[in-house]
């Protein structure tokens, strides 16, 4: 990809094809800022990308502490309810999705994105931070915040975040990738140029008379640079935690 988004696109399709490195990737980022409004939708897909992972962290971590530390009627149902949803496919509730979010008069805007996107990370969220929960947060350390005190909202807070953060990194990033990649769902959803992610935006440098694969690609080139920043920086406390780990054993 940034082979050909370095060169142009007659280099790349002659034969013997050009496969080295050349010095048109500014030139190709210009047609590409030339015919979509990068920035804006670059800014929508960040605000969009950024919500759905904050809210999923939230929820996600309450719930699958409190599913995995307190018992309640109906707790084991609920958990059970919750894993059954992860086997129902994603395409199934696109038209139930657009008519519930029609009703709501949410059309074209951003919480049409990001509610729906929250709902379907939930599920799998709230099992893989129970799952880890229940083998890290120990009774002991919630038995003695009660003894100082602590409400239950401030044994999740104090006591289960910081001990779930490793797998807080992992679901931030599964989260953060899969909104910033999703096409399908705000393509049906969004019918206002400005509110476009960058999915769509990039996906209209495509002409059905020709493409010019290396201004698209250069602009999918760009559009990927925040997925590694944000990668390499969840992976510090994935390996922080693992020597953290290391050092205890």
Partial sequence: MSV???NKSSDVFRYPPKLMFGNKLFLNLKHVFENINFGTAFTNTAFVSTSAMVLVLFFSTLAGFFFA???FPGSLILFNVLLVSLMI???LSLIPSFIIISKFGWISTFKAVI?????????FGTFWMRQYAKDTIHDE???SGRMDGCHDFRL????GLPLLRPAMAFLGLFSFIGTWNDYLWPLIIMNNPKKYTLQISLSQLKSIYGSDYSMVLAGTLLATIPLIVIFLIFSKQFISNIAAGAIKA
């Fill in 156 to 159: 999740y807070w104090n006591i």
């Fill in 89 to 91: 496919p994603s395409q």
């Fill in 69 to 71: 530390k307190y018992r």
């Fill in 115 to 123: 509610i729906p996107g929250l709902v379907s990370s939930f599920a």
């Fill in 141 to 143: 350390l919630l038995d």
């Fill in 4 to 6: 050909i988004a370095t």
